[in-house]
């Protein structure tokens, strides 16, 4: 059974960090697409970052100058390095092993 869990969201003032981590557990993290997405409420899911099977790893634009992903192999884990928070990167955020496997989310919340 695969399942996925995030941590390390939680409250942080602007300009601050944060560390998401994605533990995976039925499915072995170095061999697979592992990605963040995010989503507010009403608003669409947007992708955050993926790190590919390849080694590749992508940022999406208008984050890739805060926002880096990367991946322990021994731990099976995937990590999310979030700087400078600003208060519009509130929500919540996602692990996925795409397209069938979803974590719970973990909430980001940034105040002003």
């Known amino acids: 059974q695969v399942q996925l869990v995030e941590s390390g969201g939680g409250l942080v003032q602007a300009g601050g960090s944060l560390r998401l981590s994605c533990t995976a557990s039925?499915?072995?993290?170095?061999?697979?697409?592992m990605a963040w997405y995010r989503r507010a409420p009403g608003k669409e899911r947007e992708l955050v970052a993926v790190?590919?099977?390849?080694?590749?790893?992508y940022v999406a634009e208008s984050l890739k100058c805060r926002f880096t992903i990367s991946g322990d192999n021994a731990k099976n884990t995937l990590y999310l390095q979030m700087n400078t928070l600003k208060p519009e990167d509130t929500t919540m955020y996602y692990c996925?092993?795409?397209?069938?496997?979803w974590g719970q989310g973990t909430q980001v919340t940034v105040s002003s």
């Open positions: 039925g499915i072995t993290f170095s061999i697979n697409t």
């Open positions: 996925t092993a795409p397209p069938d496997y």
């Open positions: 790190s590919s099977n390849d080694g590749t790893t």
